[in-house]
């Protein structure tokens, strides 16, 4: 008697566990299968037979595999220069708003500083309000950034929210530490570069990652502020592409007109470009996402603390 | 008295280090403000403003004073409210998604369907929109599988159509963002006492019941933050996602109050317009707000801003 009743309970209990368990496998994997799916179907296009790729036959595996596509996309107009331009604002850009969010979000927790509360508001407001698009064109038109690389990066310097991130992290520090230092006689900025900095590395690579993507990622700066062909980014020139692929296919394809099965499987369509240049500009994404997700996520986790 | 003066030249010293980076905020934050006397002149582009006519309000009248233009705005309007309305209608599914992720106990499984569902975050609106059209152009995957199955005869042109507009919108913008949301809350699942969870188990309690008393309530905290946050930005749906999918099929429909802005900036060089009706827009925004941030400290008594 008192041994059938738990008995019971614990039937019941597993058949609504399996349940429950089933039916978050089916839709994460459903889920998880939409997400990844588009990102498989363009790769094995992009190595696939341009002409079955291009009638929509290349589904679940590569059919007529061949690297031409990539052999052939160095020759499109201005991609090799957007790739460039895109890798310097990268690199550039992210180096830069990290350096200002480390040196910031520590000087905004020096409570020495005269009037820190008033100068970390004025920057932290930033992140509630916003002039609008026209406004701000004119403003990088005055100060001479519209057309410009470094219209790329000045404006993305000081990043408030990285310098709360970076701030939040600072204040974590044992206090200790920099009281000792200032025991010895260590100056602001000493205690910042040799102190500071190789604690707060884990947050600093957080931030890094936010902005690099950030950076590869951003369209709309380039469509507002740049008419100039040669500050064209990646994002930008895919979009260009996305739009004119068409006209770019007669550029690409070699001299040679022939009709025969093995040329019409390399020879570049409009389908071919499109994906192959999206293989491209979504790589570095792709390849460095996997790695640098606990980063992300430690990124959010001190957002939400913090929110 | 020395030490004094000493402690005082350090706090001025601190101050001075942060000076090129305030000007900064002011350059780039700041000084656009005063871009919005231009909404008060018959503002023409290559001129400078004291070349141009004072107008007062005539832009901002000019926003109703006709009926197209009626017609027009309220078009705009009531894509921004059914964009920003489905958003909010459906802001419950990162959790209900955060709550099945949870439930997924095989470790491996688990990183995996989570690194995958959480990528499409990290990809721009120009690649999300190149997939879409790579995806679901007339020859495309979903096309092929949709004829080769026999389920249709003809193409269907997703992406050149009128119909469902909004919805597909929001589909694109859950596909981009649902699997990162979700982790948020992770995030906060992840504070909850193992030892909470042991308990109710011990006292009989099944996993819906852990689910409904225990990982709910403890999600409730962040949702409210999160949907107090969507009502404050209710107006702000961004141009880029309706940008890169415009066309002149889906135009009556994706044109929202962002969009609108940079469209008419762009079309017939409409800059005193534009920014007179982006100033509206900032004033509406910020008094929501204000509510939601005086909301959220009426409900856990610690707004978010």
Redesign the interface.
């Known amino acids: 008697m008192i041994n059938s009743k738990p008995k019971k309970?614990k039937m019941?209990?597993s058949m609504?566990?399996r349940i429950?368990?089933i039916?978050?496998?089916v839709?994460?994997?459903l889920?998880?299968f939409?997400?990844?799916?588009?990102?498989y179907?363009?790769f094995i296009?992009s190595l696939s037979a341009n002409d079955l790729s291009?009638?929509?036959?290349v589904?679940f595996w590569i059919k007529g595999l061949h690297f031409k596509n990539y052999i052939d996309i160095v020759k499109v107009p201005g991609l090799f220069n957007a790739l460039k331009i895109s890798l310097a604002r990268t690199v550039i850009g992210t180096t830069l708003t990290v350096a200002?969010a480390a040196?910031?979000g520590y000087?905004f927790t020096?409570e020495?500083?005269?009037?820190r509360k008033l100068?970390y508001r004025?920057?932290v407001a930033?992140m509630?309000?916003?002039?609008?698009?026209?406004?701000?064109y004119?403003?990088m038109r005055n100060?001479g950034l519209t057309n410009n690389f470094w219209g790329y990066i000045?404006?993305n310097?000081?990043a408030p929210f990285y310098i709360v991130l970076c701030k939040t992290y600072v204040e974590s520090v044992p206090k200790e530490l920099q009281q000792a230092a200032e025991i010895d006689g260590a100056g602001?900025?000493r205690i910042f570069w040799q102190i500071m900095l190789p604690v707060i590395q884990p947050i600093l690579a957080t931030v890094a990652i936010f902005s690099a993507?950030n950076q590869?990622?951003?369209?709309?700066d380039t469509?507002l502020l740049v008419t100039d062909p040669k500050l064209h980014t990646l994002?930008?020139v895919?979009?260009q592409y996305?739009t004119q692929a068409t006209s770019l296919k007669a550029l690409v394809n070699s001299t040679s007109t022939s009709s025969s099965i093995a040329a019409l499987a390399t020879a570049q369509t409009a389908?071919s470009i499109?994906?192959t240049v999206?293989v491209v500009?979504?790589t570095p994404?792709?390849f460095v996402?996997?790695f640098f997700?606990k980063f992300?996520?430690k990124g959010?986790?001190i957002g939400?603390v913090k929110? | 008295m020395k030490v004094k003066d000493r402690?005082k030249a350090?706090?001025?010293?601190?101050?001075l280090?942060?000076v090129p980076?305030?000007i900064?905020?002011l350059?780039?934050?700041?000084?656009?403000?005063?871009?919005?006397v231009?909404a008060f002149f018959d503002y023409k582009p290559p001129f400078p403003l004291s070349a141009d006519r004072f107008v007062g309000f005539k832009w901002f009248k000019s926003i109703v004073d006709s009926p197209t233009k009626i017609s027009q705005i309220l078009k705009v309007l009531r894509n921004t409210f059914a964009m920003s309305g489905l958003s909010l209608l459906f802001s419950w599914v990162p959790m209900a998604?955060a709550i099945?992720?949870n439930?997924?106990?095989q470790k491996t499984?688990r990183r995996?369907?989570?690194?995958?569902?959480?990528?499409?975050n990290?990809?721009?609106?120009?690649?999300v929109?190149?997939?879409a059209?790579?995806?679901l152009?007339s020859?495309?995957?979903v096309?092929?599988?949709l004829m080769?199955l026999g389920l249709i005869d003809t193409p269907i042109m997703f992406l050149q159509s009128s119909k469902h507009v909004w919805f597909r919108m929001w589909l694109w913008l859950t596909?981009k963002n649902?699997?990162w949301a979700a982790?948020?809350y992770i995030?906060?699942l992840s504070g909850i006492d193992e030892e909470m969870n042991e308990a109710a188990r011990i006292d009989?309690a099944?996993?819906?019941q852990i689910?409904w008393h225990i990982t709910l309530p403890s999600l409730m905290p962040?949702y409210f933050?999160l949907v107090m946050l969507n009502l404050a930005n209710f107006l702000s749906n961004g141009?880029?996602q309706y940008?890169?999918f415009q066309n002149s099929f889906n135009k009556e429909y994706i044109q929202v109050l962002d969009l609108y802005?940079?469209n008419i900036?762009m079309g017939n060089g409409g800059?005193s317009l534009?920014?007179a009706i982006?100033?509206l827009?900032?004033i509406v925004s910020?008094v929501l707000?204000c509510v939601t941030n005086a909301l959220s400290k009426l409900v856990r008594g610690e707004g978010?801003?």
């Open positions: 309970k019941k209990v609504e566990d429950i368990t039916v978050s496998y839709i994460y994997t889920f998880a939409v997400c990844f799916y588009p990102f179907y363009i296009n291009e009638k929509g036959k589904l200002t040196f910031l000087m020096r020495t500083m005269w009037k100068w004025l920057v930033t509630y309000f916003n002039a609008g698009i026209i406004p701000w004119i403003t100060l000045f404006p310097i000081v602001t900025l993507v590869w990622n951003s369209f709309q469509l994002q930008f895919l979009y996305i389908t499109r994906m999206t500009v979504v994404i792709v996402y996997p997700q992300f996520i959010i986790m939400a929110g | 402690k350090r706090s001025y010293m601190e101050f280090y942060i980076f305030l900064l905020v350059l780039f934050s700041y000084y656009p403000l005063y871009g919005w231009y998604l099945l992720l439930e997924i106990k499984y995996i369907v989570q690194t995958v569902t959480t990528l499409p990290f990809i721009s609106w120009v690649l929109y190149s997939i059209f790579n995806v152009s020859t495309g995957a096309n092929s599988i080769n596909w649902a699997g982790i948020m995030a906060a009989g099944s996993r819906i689910i962040t933050v141009m880029e940008y890169v802005v940079y900036a800059y534009s920014v982006s100033i827009k900032s910020l707000l978010f801003i």
